[in-house]
Nanobody, 114 residues
């Protein structure tokens, strides 16, 4: 499974960003896709995931400000983040899981200025 992520960038506090992630390769068995982030000196943490059945889960720090959803194509997942805060500054990674493995896309930098 290969993941191509896009989105991110520099935004002012209170602004919004939309991320996209496209999965390719052996995508049939993917049961979960989502986003994680890692700030300097911190562990990677969950932002949001969506399961193959449509269930969604959000990290506590982004609940109420973020929405993860699928596109018309099952291999596309989007993350909309609103009301961004400086503490949202991190590298954001797309992730996909099947029954055997976890796959990571390249990270995309998000910087939120105050």
């Amino acid at each position: 499974v290969q993941l191509q992520a896009s989105g991110g960038g520099l935004v002012q506090a209170g602004g919004s960003l939309r991320f996209s992630c496209a999965a390719s390769g052996s995508i049939f068995g993917i049961n979960e896709m989502g986003w994680y982030r890692q700030a300097p000196g911190q562990q990677r943490e969950l932002v949001a995931i969506i399961t193959s059945s449509g269930g969604t889960y959000y990290g506590d720090s982004v609940k109420g400000r973020s929405t993860i959803f699928r596109g018309n194509a099952k291999n596309m997942v989007y993350l909309q983040m609103n009301s961004l805060k400086p503490e949202d500054t991190a590298v954001y990674y797309c992730n996909a899981k099947n029954a055997e493995s976890s796959f990571w896309g390249q990270g995309t930098q998000v910087t939120v200025s105050s």
